[in-house]
């Protein structure tokens, strides 16, 4: 291992990208902190002249992942070492695969803050609500009532949307009014980290009310979860937040499930991004994700201007992402993708069938996808889900469920 004890010199371009960004709560940084022990070119490998050589995705990867090695080994030199040489190759506005180390790169810089390797300081998609009441709004015998129930906001991960929930509720039924289609819009507080316990009880209780009264004739209860399940813990829990009967050795999404099964919903949509973010291993989850986060950062730079305020946006919440599934441990690291042939086995084990899309949603969608969105695919697979996919790479799947 090398060691310096030169005076320290701070580097010419010291981290100015993280004081930009609005997840940099567990950094800080000022002209007055020398976050490395000197900034002369490593011995060896780093020059100005070398350092693009570094520039390309399996490299900066390869870097990404000696780098969480030292810090999980405590090598704090090792780890300042490479902190600051993917600190010059991967700046915040370049392209794809710099701008996706770059959130590597504070995520693993929080995380040595944290061991101390350094020094530096809803489960509705409500979006589709209006192709739903479109859809049936012209329906022969007259539109249904739509009574919808949205997971409220939590802490647990930072917010979809970005206008208030009351917001939200009044545009949605002011736009099912303008279609002759009548709405009721409700948020119930809860949390992904008791796997939302509080928003299945209260559809339970209001079930329940509704059967008590002689209704339910004709209601179709709908379980829309997109994109929301993965923030569930999936450990073993000893104890059960759900008012039913369950086995003290299940994890808390498999609960969940056999939660919403015991409320016989009509269908169930279960849609997620098809990837693997679980290992309990640093490098191993580190590799799966910069393996899948190239994605969202490509599919950006192909439909947005540089600059975009939206690109800004979307890029602010993958880096929160990064931060949270590198930096975190615990409780505290919600971002825990599972892929969809795992998610199937869930289902399949909380007694559900899966049914088919039937062909003329499949071919809608691919029209549209055709027509609009160049680099986007969709595959049917055996399974009988669908995959979102970007140059023939898997992102999301859906998959719809019925109680078997």
């Known amino acids: 291992m090398l060691q310096f004890t030169e005076t320290p010199i701070l ?3 010291p981290l100015h990208q993280y004081e930009l960004t609005p997840f940099s709560n567990n950094l800080i940084m000022s002209n007055n902190v020398n976050p490395f022990h000197r900034t002369r070119p490593w011995p060896g490998f780093l020059t100005s002249k070398t350092l693009g050589s570094f520039g390309d995705a399996n490299c900066m990867e ?3 992942v000696h780098c969480a090695n030292a810090i999980d080994s405590n ?3 090792l780890a300042q070492q490479i ?3 993917l600190n010059n190759i991967a700046p915040p506005d370049g392209d794809s695969s710099q701008r996706l180390t770059c959130g590597f790169l504070r995520a693993l810089i929080a995380r040595a803050a944290k061991t101390g390797s350094c020094t530096m300081l809803t489960a509705m998609a409500t979006a589709q609500i209006p192709t739903l009441i479109d859809s049936i709004a012209n329906r022969s015998e007259g539109p249904p009532l739509i009574k919808l129930t949205v997971a409220g906001a939590t802490t647990d991960v930072p917010p979809l949307l970005d206008l208030s929930y ?8 002011n736009f099912a009014r303008s279609r002759n289609v009548g709405m009721e819009f409700r948020v119930i507080p809860s949390s992904s980290s008791d796997g939302f316990a509080s928003l299945v009880e209260q559809l339970r209780a209001v079930q329940q009310l509704i059967l008590a009264n002689g209704g339910g004739e004709g209601e179709a209860l709908v379980i829309n979860c997109h994109m929301m399940l993965h923030y569930i813990p999936e450990e073993t829990l000893g104890v059960t937040p759900y008012c039913f009967e369950s086995s003290s050795t299940s994890s808390l999404r498999t609960m969940f499930l056999t939660a919403i099964r015991s ?3 009509t269908i169930v949509v279960l849609v997620d991004e098809d990837a693997d973010f679980t290992s309990n291993n640093l490098v191993c989850r580190l590799r799966s994700a910069f393996d899948y986060l190239w994605i969202p950062y490509d599919t950006m730079d192909t439909f947005f201007p540089k600059g975009s305020k939206q690109k800004q946006w979307y890029e602010a919440d993958l880096c929160w992402k990064i931060e949270n599934l590198i930096a975190q441990e615990g409780v505290q690291r919600v971002e825990r ?3 969809k042939s795992r998610w199937i086995q869930r289902m399949q084990s909380a007694n559900f069938r899966g049914i088919q899309f039937s062909e003329e949603t499949v071919l809608e969608v691919k029209s549209m996808l055709d027509e609009h969105a160049a680099g986007w695919g969709l595959k049917k697979e055996e399974d009988e889900g669908l995959v979102l996919t970007w140059k023939g790479h898997n992102v999301v799947f859906s ?5 078997a």
Not at 166 to 173: C, I, P, R
Not at 399 to 403: D, F, H, L
């Open 11 to 13: 580097p010419p371009h």
């Open 62 to 64: 390869q870097l990404l």
């Open 75 to 77: 090598d704090a030199t």
């Open 83 to 85: 902190l600051w040489v």
């Open 166 to 173: 009351e917001e939200l509720g009044s545009k949605l039924v």
């Open 263 to 265: 409320l016989e919903p």
């Open 337 to 339: 993708l599972e892929p």
């Open 399 to 403: 998959t719809a469920w019925v109680p």
